[in-house]
Every structure is written in structure tokens, then in C-alpha cells.
């Protein structure tokens, strides 16, 4: 969704880097989440935000939301071959709390 | 607990025909969700029951319809197949309505030949 903009679109990187993937709403957030895909497979929950400048952190992934900016950023500390597949960022907009869903982070860790 | 079980996990069907899509979440969850993934449109909402009644719809034609029994577990038909159909459906499970943690299926995938 163009209302949803995720940054980049792939990302190589070598095991044990860190990372960061960023996610650019055009519309105001009521909420964010950040999940996991394996190709062709179920979506793995990672985060849910809520409030503006909340910080979450799960083993050695953290995703924060600044709302102002209407972004998020999700990023992976010393990475591994584990943290591969693809990450979405799915957004509640408007009052209604509808989904909408950025395009996905494709995200390959070298050895 | 089980997790969100959806069926049947692959379907083939050629345009025109119609096609049912089961999901049963997981025990206590009322809220079901639908979606559908393609590679050129990425993940799209297509619509979200509560107890038994649709909440928000996404935009989609009227082709696709959905429904939520009083058990929790819901379907969701797609009626005069098109190619761009094919996709894989996923449905998630919701404790609450709105926004709250989605646990997801592992899809059906269906093909439009």
C-alpha cells in the first residue's frame, strides 16, 4: 500500500550486523505492528505500538514508534541467520482501526 | 493451544467456479480477520468479524463475501473466479476487535487457472 511505505525493499546484510528497516505512514497511526514473514507462510507477531514514542524490544529486535513523524523503525541488533525472511509492518488508520500493510522488507543474512 | 487452523491449505479452481475458504482461531478469540497476499498488491485487508458481525470491510467487490458462526469459526467465498484471484488468503484470530494482537493462519493458497 502506497499509504504504508516501508524502506528498503531488501536488505543484505552480514551476519552479525546490525540493521534497520523503517516504516512511513502518509496517514495518522493509531497503532503499528511488525511481523515475520517465511515465504508463502503465516505472518510471526514481532511488536505492537501503540503510543507515541513507545519502545519495545524482544530478544535482539527493538521497533519503536514516533508519531509524529508517523513512522517506525524496527531494528535487529547483531544479526543471524534466523532474523532471514520478510518483515511487515501493518498499520491501524482511522477510526475505524482498519489494516493497511506496507510491501515487506525481504531480508537476507549472509554467513 | 492450538493455533489458527485454516483449510484446505492449496485449492485449484478455474474461473468462473466459486470457492470456500475455512478458518477456525484459536479457543476464545471472537475476532476473525481475512486477508489476501499477492506478489503485486502485497497484503490487503479484506474483512474483520466480531461475534458473529462483519466490523470493517477492505475494498473489494462484492464477489468476495464472508461470515463468522456463533462458534467463532468463519469462511469466506469467492464467487466467479477470476485469474487475479489467485493469491494466498490468510485469516487471523483476535482476542478483542480492532487493534489487538493478530495471530495468523498458515494460509490457503489458491490457484485461478
Known amino acids: 500500500s502506497q499509504e504504508l511505505e516501508q524502506s528498503p525493499q531488501s536488505l543484505i546484510v552480514q551476519e552479525g550486523k546490525n540493521l534497520t528497516i523503517n516504516c512511513t505512514s502518509s496517514?495518522?497511526?493509531?497503532?503499528l505492528y511488525w511481523y515475520k514473514q517465511k515465504y508463502g507462510e503465516g505472518l510471526i507477531f514481532l511488536m505492537m505500538l501503540q503510543k507515541g514514542g513507545e519502545e519495545k524490544s524482544h530478544e535482539k529486535i527493538t521497533a519503536k514508534l514516533d508519531e509524529k513523524k508517523q513512522q517506525s523503525s524496527l531494528h535487529i541488533t547483531a544479526s543471524q541467520p534466523s532474523h532471514a525472511g520478510i518483515y511487515l509492518c501493518g498499520a491501524a488508520i482511522g477510526g475505524n482501526y482498519q489494516l493497511i500493510w506496507g510491501a515487506g522488507t525481504k531480508l537476507i543474512i549472509k554467513p | 493451544k492450538a493455533g489458527v487452523t485454516q483449510t484446505p491449505r492449496y485449492l485449484i479452481k478455474t474461473r468462473g467456479q466459486q470457492v470456500t475458504l475455512s478458518c477456525s482461531p484459536i479457543s476464545g478469540h471472537r475476532s476473525v480477520s481475512w486477508y489476501q497476499q499477492t506478489p503485486g498488491q502485497g497484503l490487503q485487508f479484506l474483512f474483520e468479524?466480531?461475534?458473529?458481525?462483519?466490523?470493517n470491510k477492505g475494498n473489494f467487490p462484492g464477489r468476495f463475501s464472508g461470515r463468522q458462526f456463533s462458534n467463532s469459526r468463519s469462511e469466506m467465498n469467492v464467487s466467479t473466479l477470476e485469474l487475479g484471484d489467485s493469491a494466498l488468503y490468510l485469516c487471523?484470530?483476535?482476542?478483542?476487535?480492532?487493534?489487538?494482537?493478530?495471530?495468523f493462519g498458515e494460509g490457503s493458497r489458491l490457484t485461478v487457472l
Open positions: 487471523a484470530s483476535s482476542l478483542v476487535a480492532g487493534f489487538g494482537e493478530l495471530f
Open positions: 468479524y466480531f461475534s458473529e458481525t462483519q466490523r
Open positions: 496517514k495518522t497511526l493509531y497503532g
